[in-house]
């Protein structure tokens, strides 16, 4: 299973360990790439422990694991990358409907760690309404982490 991220890696060897506090990502992508497949994964712990310190009063578990959980995250591409900031796009479905987020992200290190401090939203598109029996969305973004096999929205990401 590949990461959902969309590195070439596994899952268990990519954003996992960083997922699972056994490692730190050591670059502002690495975290972004984390941050996503926390959300993919439905582990909303993790993405509030890489809120910087002062923004994570301004978040709640709950709120974040919400959100979460009610969307299906399907790719993570990544538009450029510096020292501290990210752009990105990610795609996600909510209600069976595509949307596309694209965000410019900064971070920063704080105890030695990357953490995520706040971002801009620079596009948040409704693409379209997925119907039951088109084509699962996620095989256009060739997530191949989600294993689907080219089957029907009502038979992959709709259950």
């Known amino acids: 299973m590949f990461c959902p991220c969309g590195s070439k890696l596994a899952f268990s060897t990519c954003c996992h360990p960083f997922i ?3 490692k730190n990502p050591n670059s502002a992508e690495l975290l ?4 996503f497949s926390a959300y993919a994964t439905k582990n909303g712990r993790y993405i509030y422990q890489t809120y910087g310190i002062k923004q994570q009063s301004a978040h709640s578990l709950t709120d974040i694991q919400s959100w979460a959980d009610e969307c299906t995250w399907l790719a993570l591409i990544i538009e450029h990358s510096d ?12 209600n069976d409907i595509l949307f ?10 704080e105890n030695g760690q990357w953490r995520y401090i706040d971002g801009d939203i620079t596009q948040h598109n409704k693409i379209e309404v ?22 029907k929205y009502k038979h992959c990401c709709a259950k």
């Open 20 to 22: 699972s506090h056994t």
């Open 83 to 94: 020292k501290s900031t990210v752009e990105f796009s990610a795609y996600y479905l909510n």
């Open 100 to 109: 596309e987020l694209r965000e410019v992200s900064k971070f920063q290190r």
């Open 32 to 35: 972004m790439r984390s941050r």
């Open 130 to 151: 997925i119907k039951r029996n088109e084509l699962c969305p996620c095989n256009r973004y060739q997530t191949s982490w989600s294993n689907n096999n080219n089957k």
